[in-house]
T-cell receptor
Framework: AQSVTQLGSHVSVSEGALVLLRCNYSSSVPPYLFWYVQYPNQGLQLLLK??????LVKGINGFEAEFKKSETSFHLTKPSAHMSDAAEYFC?????????????FGRGTSLIVHP | DTGVSQDPRHKITKRGQNVTFRCDPI?????LYWYRQTLGQGPEFLTY????????KSRLLSDRFSAERPKGSFSTLEIQRTEQGDSAMYLC??????????????FGNGTRLTVT
């Protein structure tokens, strides 16, 4: 069964510092992996995704993530945090279901950015 | 692309009452999902439709919950005899079927249910 573990429910960084949000997954088949961001009282928005091909994927707002099969990881990074990056971040992996694929989400990591 | 629309945004109800939520997906998307999100947790899968067919239901979806998607367009999620444990954000998402698992979900802003 597919599952997602996000290490750290809260990550606190200073503005301009490196952002690193961790995601490990378990999957019995080659995974499709996603990062979503959620701002207060809103739905989730796609940041980036990995399907096949290049293992380093770039997303919106300067974020990127690297798929490491040997480590079953898909960590999210950004070189320099902005105040506007403060939000909840969710890693997701899809699992096959009768010809379709159901996204399974991690518990989320709250990113706090200090001035 | 007008986005996924959910109505209402907020619903406060008394325990034991029935509630119904509506979701209007992006028009060309043939898959529609319902998720539930409680404080400090990620979205939990409830059910999904491909066109009008409901293809999978989570064990989280008790007999008090029912979802429909008539004619493969909008969807409704009804909760009967609400309980305080039903208090959560109910998220709807739609997806264009591509035959692979690589399509992202497009989420609405959710309906926040509070059961008093």
């Amino acid at each position: 069964a597919q599952s997602v573990t996000q290490l750290g429910s809260h990550v606190s960084v200073s503005e301009g510092a490196l952002v690193l949000l961790r995601c490990n997954y378990s999957s019995s088949v080659p995974p499709y992996l996603f990062w979503y961001v959620q701002y207060p009282n809103q739905g989730l928005q796609l940041l980036l995704k990995y399907t096949t091909g290049a293992t380093l994927v770039k997303g919106i707002n300067g974020f990127e993530a690297e798929f490491k099969k040997s480590e079953t990881s898909f960590h999210l990074t950004k070189p320099s945090a902005h105040m506007s990056d403060a939000a909840e971040y969710f890693c997701a992996v899809t699992r096959p279901s009768g010809g379709s694929y159901i996204p399974t989400f991690g518990r989320g990591t709250s990113l706090i950015v200090h001035p | 692309d007008t986005g996924v629309s959910q109505d209402p945004r907020h619903k406060i109800t008394k325990r034991g009452q029935n509630v119904t939520f509506r979701c209007d997906p992006i028009s060309e998307h043939n898959r529609l999902y319902w998720y539930r999100q409680t404080l400090g947790q990620g979205p939990e899968f409830l059910t999904y439709f491909q066109n009008e067919a409901q293809l999978e239901k989570s064990r989280l979806l008790s007999d008090r919950f029912s979802a429909e998607r008539p004619k493969g367009s909008f969807s409704t999620l009804e909760i009967q005899r609400t309980e305080q444990g039903d208090s959560a954000m109910y998220l709807c998402a739609s997806e264009r079927k591509t035959g692979t698992g690589g399509s992202p979900l497009h989420f609405g802003n959710g309906t926040r249910l509070t059961v008093t």
